[in-house]
């Protein structure tokens, strides 16, 4: 595992889609709240 | 709350709007980022490398940037929903919550 409980977590940016519009976020958007970060394999699986 | 695949911006796009096409979901007003290079799935090691889809991996990251709990499903077992929202109100507590705890039960 790349990630440890109680390390600081990987710093990331990138292009997302906010409100069904494009937005350029980064992790460090968030500090002061919590932050549940799920990947997921692809859009439209049900799973 | 931030969703994180390999899609594109626009496949991530047309997902938020695909409502009720099959495997579509309703709007969301969290984020979906597209993680195209792959690096954010590799950094947080839940890449798969054969078919080069992240696996369902949640991190819970607290307001510090620091990792205080995740899990990783492989891609045909759905995460539990209930389970994290109790991670994540057990761990905003800040106070010790044993074994089968609850929202709104005792802490420690």
């Known amino acids: 595992m790349a990630v ?3 390390q ?3 710093a990331f940016a990138g292009k997302a889609v906010v409100g069904g519009a494009f ?3 980064k992790l460090e958007d968030y500090k002061g ?3 549940v970060l799920w990947f997921y394999p692809l859009a439209f699986t049900p799973v | 709350m931030i969703g994180c695949s390999v899609d594109s ?3 991530n ?6 409502g009720t096409l099959a495997g579509g979901i309703k709007k969301l007003d969290y984020a979906l980022l597209s993680d195209l290079s792959k690096n954010i799935a590799r950094d947080y090691g839940v890449l798969n490398e054969t078919t080069g889809f992240a696996m369902r991996g949640t991190f819970l ?4 940037g620091v990792v ?3 899990s990783v499903n492989p891609a045909a077992l759905g995460r539990d929903v209930d389970a994290i929202l109790r991670d994540l109100a057990a761990l905003s507590l800040g106070k010790p919550c044993p074994v089968n705890w609850k929202p709104g039960k005792p802490t420690l």
Not at chain 2, 61 to 64: L, M, R
């Open chain 2, 9 to 11: 911006w626009f496949a």
């Open chain 1, 8 to 10: 600081k977590a990987p």
């Open chain 2, 68 to 70: 205080q709990a995740y």
């Open chain 1, 4 to 6: 440890n409980v109680g």
């Open chain 2, 13 to 18: 796009k047309a997902w938020v709007e695909s």
């Open chain 2, 61 to 64: 990251i607290d307001p510090n």
């Open chain 1, 23 to 25: 937005k350029d976020i």
């Open chain 1, 33 to 35: 709240k919590w932050v």
